[in-house]
């Protein structure tokens, strides 16, 4: 007998402010990389250089553009034995995080996240590869839902 995998859409969505976090990132690289470019444009005369600043515009026009399909593209899911998290629009990835297998709940918050009251929840596992991080939560939403992982955890501890 198969199972059949059951698809459920009640995903838990990160703020709509995480856009603009997502901008700010993307409006800061391009800045930094275009005066660099421009610097080896004027100051160090390689003629090329020109070639990269218009393909480091051409980028940051681009994240700007899909940055709010990105940020929407974010969600999680508190099931009953782990936690599920998606993020990708072209590539999309998911993962799940058992709650026995959490070692540590870190809630971090940038400058810009900061001012606009949002904090990213990250979780570590045993697996060295398990960077799972949630971006773009309400501070006080973070919180809550670190103090409630982190109590699945310790009830579902297994062999740690």
Do not use: C, H
């Amino acid at each position: 007998m198969t199972q059949r995998l059951e698809i459920q859409t009640d995903w838990n969505r990160v703020s709509p402010k995480y856009v603009v976090v997502v901008l700010v990132g993307s409006l800061t690289s391009g800045v930094i990389a275009a005066a660099i470019a421009v610097f080896f444009w004027l100051v160090v005369q390689w003629w090329w250089a020109w070639i990269a600043l218009v393909v480091i515009a051409i980028a940051t026009i681009v994240q700007f553009i899909i940055a709010p399909r990105r940020a929407r593209a974010i969600g999680y899911r508190l099931r009953d034995d782990d936690l599920l998290m998606r993020r990708g629009i072209m590539f999309q990835r998911f993962v799940a995080v058992p709650y026995g297998r959490m070692q540590l709940v870190d809630v971090t918050r940038g400058p810009v996240a900061r001012m606009l009251g949002l904090a990213d929840l990250k979780f570590v596992t045993a697996a060295a590869s398990s960077g799972v991080e949630i971006p773009g939560l309400p501070e006080s939403d973070a919180g809550a839902l670190r103090d409630r992982l982190v109590a699945l955890a310790e009830s579902r501890r297994t062999g740690l």
